[in-house]
């Protein structure tokens, strides 16, 4: 069965403070992990993309990477703001065999608190 | 334009009502999708629709009624919803295995 963890479930850390989000899955075959932020009752917003070949991905504060060999990734932001405290969830997708019909298997996200 | 727009934002209904839920994009994806989420859940597949025809329904009750007149457009008919019901619905949209881009859902609450 496809799943997706994630750790920690919850962090709280001060604002300007770096932290790091886990994942790790078990999805076969994989296409690619994709990393969300989705604040209360809003929608998810895609923070990066990565697939088999790809190490490492940047969009601003926020580096992701990926050791397709271990089946890990994780989600680093730099320098934290107010703003980034949200819901943040790893989204793995397998190969799909046909166009529109690819499943994607989310982890339960960790909820992250900045505090001032 | 790189969005996903839903519409309403919030919507509040009694388990006689009829009503419907919209997303719109422009992005060209042909594959669109709707998702219900419960609080502190992670989103579950309702439909998927490929090039306008419906190609997954995750077994999901009638009183929930899919439709995607076009490629821009999809709507999710409700009717005699349960308290139950009352969840984050998610439009999302997809180009092959990139740019699944979701909307800001609708909030529904069923009384």
């Known amino acids: 069965k496809n799943q997706v963890e994630q750790s920690p479930q919850s962090l709280i850390i001060l604002e300007g403070k770096n932290c790091t989000l886990q994942?790790?899955?078990?999805?076969?075959?994989?296409?690619?992990l994709r990393w969300y932020k989705q604040d209360t009752g809003r929608g998810p917003v895609s923070l990066t993309i990565m697939t088999f070949s790809e190490n490492t991905k940047s969009n601003g504060r926020y580096t992701a990477t990926l050791d397709a060999d271990t089946k890990q990734s994780s989600l680093h932001i730099t320098a934290s703001q107010l703003s980034d405290s949200a819901s943040y969830i790893c989204v793995v997708s397998a190969e799909q065999s046909n166009f529109g019909n690819e499943k994607l298997t989310f982890g339960t996200g960790t909820r992250l608190t900045i505090i001032p | 334009d790189t969005e996903v727009t839903q519409t309403p934002k919030h919507l509040v209904m009694g388990m006689t009502n009829k009503k419907s839920l919209k997303c719109e994009q422009h992005m060209g994806h042909r594959a669109m999708y709707w998702y219900k989420q419960k609080a502190k859940k992670p989103p579950e597949l309702m439909f998927v629709y490929s090039y306008e025809k419906l190609s997954i329904n995750e077994s999901v009750p009638s009183r929930f009624s899919p439709e995607c007149p076009n490629s821009s457009l999809l709507n999710l008919h409700l009717h005699a919803l349960q308290p139950e019901d009352s969840a984050l619905y998610l439009c999302a949209s997809a180009a092959a295995n990139y740019g699944y881009t979701f909307g800001s859902g609708t909030r529904l609450t069923v009384v």
């Open positions: 994942c790790n899955y078990t999805v076969s075959p994989f296409s690619n």
